[in-house]
């Protein structure tokens, strides 16, 4: 299969951002790979590799001073353009590292050696890297045992993602949809970029169980979310986190372009007639919230959800929303 970057970079980044992993906290599989290469390899730094549309995020990495580095100087968005590993003996001597400034400056890289981590879906997501201070012939045995290495990169990449999947409707786990939030979190702190939230709840569930049965209500979930997310971006992220109740993480989305956005999914649903319902429809009842730095995802999802109980009490399938409130109104 031809390497996707090369004609999908789009497709590319998608298929890192579904990995949900992108500004997460430490996570011991990856520390044990990384520590490994060192080891085994006998250099001073290595790194799993995370390539960014203008960064280099270090999921793990050993001898490393920063987490991150513009994606234009860093050895690894070379590494993703190709099958093959990339080998570098001597970067001072080479055509277009000579002058990076991870080579001119700390960490002062001479040798470098990354192998490629290709999804299953063909994209190269990013690199697991060996790299020495000094110049360096990688033998072919090193680069054979990197290899292996980066494909127990990918398989715990891989199943990281399956981990994240709720089974039965294919929107994220309550887990991994918190853990993305908490990323778009980070990076709108930095850039000062509007981001909102939408909690929604789907109206009178208990009766459609209790009427149709769980299998019926389970079809119900599952038909639920197809329709909600055909009105959402790429960008937008969905889970599932409670029985009948799901989250929306809309970044670069104020608070009023989501209660529209809100709106446009109650409208759908309500025009959606389900056999499994006898050719009823069902409604949802949304809550939506404004996410930044001030607020914080724990407040903005507390927020959302005092505005999902104001739908409720006005008489469902309908949004509302909250403003944020001061300090000591949210104490």
């Known amino acids: ?50 390539v960014d549309t203008d960064r280099q995020w270090f999921k793990a990495s050993c001898g490393l001073p920063t987490s991150e580095t513009a994606r234009d100087i860093s050895f690894c968005t070379h590494t993703i353009q190709n099958e093959v590993p990339f080998i570098v003996e001597d970067a001072a001597q080479h055509p277009f590292m000579a002058e990076s400034p991870l080579v001119t400056s700390e960490p002062n890289i001479r040798s470098y050696a990354g192998i490629p981590l290709k999804m299953s879906d063909g994209y190269n997501v990013g690199a697991l890297c060996a790299i020495d201070t000094k110049p360096r012939e990688f033998t072919k045995a090193e680069i054979a045992i990197l290899e292996n ?22 929107s994220l786990s309550r887990r991994a949809w918190t ?14 970029r509007d981001c909102a939230i939408l909690i929604l709840d789907i109206d009178h569930f208990k009766s459609v169980n209790d009427e149709f049965g769980h299998d019926v209500g389970d079809e119900v979930l599952a038909r639920f979310v197809t329709v909600a997310s055909a009105q959402l971006r790429e960008t937008d992220v969905m889970g599932r986190i409670g ?23 109650c409208d759908a649903l309500r025009a959606t007639t389900m056999s499994c319902l006898n050719g009823r429809a069902c409604t949802v009842s949304v809550g939506a919230a404004k996410l930044d730095a001030a607020i914080g995802l724990k407040r903005a999802m507390r927020y959302a959800d005092e505005a999902l109980y104001d739908a409720k009490s006005l008489g469902r399938d309908r949004v509302c929303s909250a403003e944020p409130k001061t300090e000591s109104e949210a104490a």
């Not at 109740?245 to 709106?263: H, K, M, Q, R």
């Open 1 to 50: 299969m031809r390497n996707k970057l090369k004609t999908d970079e789009q497709g590319r980044i998608r298929a890192l951002n579904r990995l949900q992993i992108l500004d997460t906290s430490v996570e011991k599989p990856f520390e044990n790979i990384v520590s490994l290469v060192k080891q085994t390899l006998n250099v001073p730094i290595s790194a799993v590799s995370l």
């Open 149 to 170: 290495f980066a494909r127990i990169v990918v398989d715990e990449l891989e199943l990281r993602e399956i981990a994240s999947i709720d089974t039965l409707t294919g």
């Open 179 to 192: 853990k993305a939030a908490e990323a778009e979190l980070s990076r709108i702190s930095r850039y000062h």
């Open 243 to 265: 029985g009948e109740e799901f989250a929306i993480l809309l970044p670069e989305t104020n608070l009023e372009a989501s209660v529209a956005l809100g709106n446009r999914i």
